[in-house]
């Protein structure tokens, strides 16, 4: 069993930075691939980023260039650095773990994560 607790959100004006930060604890850090999501009321969880246990990252198009992962496994964190933010960007963020076989193929699915945080507000404002 494996239980994330982001922080780090809250409210900044367009241009703004944030910095989120995922703590794991549980069984082997290392062994997780993580990812973040973001999520809006009435629409789907949305992939935003994802870092393996390889340390192979991936982003959401939007995204990419702007925020940046990373995973410190010696203490069982991974971090979303998110710069130039945008009113879209606007959500609940939340992180997730997988050691799912299908996850190399399938990592912007959010059925694949098997353990998820209770999320963490970001508002950017015009």
């Known amino acids: 069993q494996v239980r994330l607790v982001e922080s780090g959100g809250g409210s900044v004006q367009a241009g703004g930075s944030l910095t989120l930060s995922c703590v794991a604890s549980g069984r082997t850090f290392s062994n997780y691939h993580m990812a973040w999501f973001r999520q809006t009321p009435g629409k789907e969880r949305e992939f935003v980023s994802a870092?393996?246990?390889?340390?192979?990252?991936d982003y959401l198009e939007s995204v990419r260039g702007r925020f940046t992962i990373s995973r410190d496994n010696a203490k069982k964190t991974s971090t979303l650095q998110m710069k130039n933010l945008k009113p879209e960007d606007t959500a609940v963020y939340l992180c997730?773990?997988?050691?799912?076989?299908?996850?190399?193929?399938?990592?912007?699915?959010?059925?694949?994560?098997?353990?998820w945080g209770q999320g963490t507000q970001v508002t950017v404002s015009s």
């Open positions: 870092i393996a246990s390889s340390g192979d990252t």
């Open positions: 997730a773990a997988s050691e799912d076989l299908r996850w190399s193929g399938s990592y912007y699915r959010p059925d694949v994560y098997a353990y």
